[in-house]
């Protein structure tokens, strides 16, 4: 992280900094969320707010997904959920699912037609899948430079995945961040 060259003197006891992409902590018993913040407005002021369910891509059982409120008066954003991996914000799609739909259609050379054969999806999505990625690929190959998920969001799934799915829809549907 980008804050520990900041603190490096071990001897002293620091408070850690409200950093805005830690939605959600951890504790030693184990329990899944302590505390969660808004990814918008990053107040801790967020109570539990329903559920929805979600298609897993290797199980036959969905997953349910937690959706949380932000009681800020002044959030722009009322609800959001923080969604845990292999699932993308608003696209519907996996990470796994993105980069084979690359590797087929632009590294194979593969038609849409095989591709859609492949995936089992019709041909208008793996149009619009197409569109995407080549948004996608160009902008995962930058930022897995820079970013603190590094060139692999999956391989340290609890501490990467929240900050991963943030960039992502930040980055790529800039105008559900706007603030009206």
């Given at each position: 992280?980008?804050?520990i060259?900041?603190?490096?003197?071990?001897?002293?006891n620091?408070?850690?900094?409200?950093?805005?992409?830690?939605?959600?902590e951890?504790?030693?018993?184990?329990k899944e969320e302590?505390?969660?913040?808004?990814p918008?407005?990053a107040?801790?002021?967020?109570?539990r707010?329903?559920?929805?369910?979600?298609?897993?891509?290797?199980?036959?059982?969905?997953?349910?997904?937690?959706r949380?409120?932000?009681k800020?008066p002044y959030?722009?954003?009322?609800?959001?959920?923080?969604l845990?991996?292999?699932?993308?914000?608003?696209?519907?799609?996996?990470?796994?699912?993105l980069?084979?739909?690359?590797?087929?259609l632009?590294?194979?050379?593969?038609?849409?037609?095989?591709?859609?054969?492949?995936?089992?999806?019709?041909?208008?999505v793996v149009?619009?899948?197409a569109?995407f990625c080549?948004?996608?690929?160009?902008?995962?190959n930058?930022?897995?430079h820079?970013a603190?998920?590094?060139?692999?969001?999956e391989?340290?799934?609890i501490?990467f995945?929240?900050?991963?799915t943030?960039d992502?829809?930040?980055?790529?549907?800039p105008?559900?961040?706007?603030?009206?």
């Amino acid at each position: 992280m980008w804050y520990i060259d900041i603190i490096s003197d071990n001897s002293i006891n620091h408070n850690t900094p409200l950093i805005m992409h830690r939605l959600s902590e951890n504790n030693a018993s184990g329990k899944e969320e302590q505390f969660v913040r808004c990814p918008h407005c990053a107040t801790p002021l967020t109570i539990r707010y329903g559920r929805y369910q979600r298609n897993h891509p290797e199980e036959p059982e969905q997953v349910s997904v937690q959706r949380y409120r932000c009681k800020s008066p002044y959030c722009p954003w009322k609800t959001f959920s923080i969604l845990p991996y292999p699932f993308l914000p608003i696209v519907r799609h996996f990470l796994q699912t993105l980069f084979f739909f690359h590797c087929l259609l632009n590294l194979d050379k593969k038609t849409q037609a095989h591709t859609a054969r492949k995936l089992v999806l019709t041909r208008g999505v793996v149009k619009r899948l197409a569109t995407f990625c080549q948004r996608f690929i160009p902008w995962f190959n930058t930022e897995k430079h820079i970013a603190p998920w590094g060139p692999n969001p999956e391989a340290d799934q609890i501490r990467f995945w929240i900050d991963f799915t943030r960039d992502f829809s930040q980055a790529l549907y800039p105008k559900r961040w706007a603030v009206s």
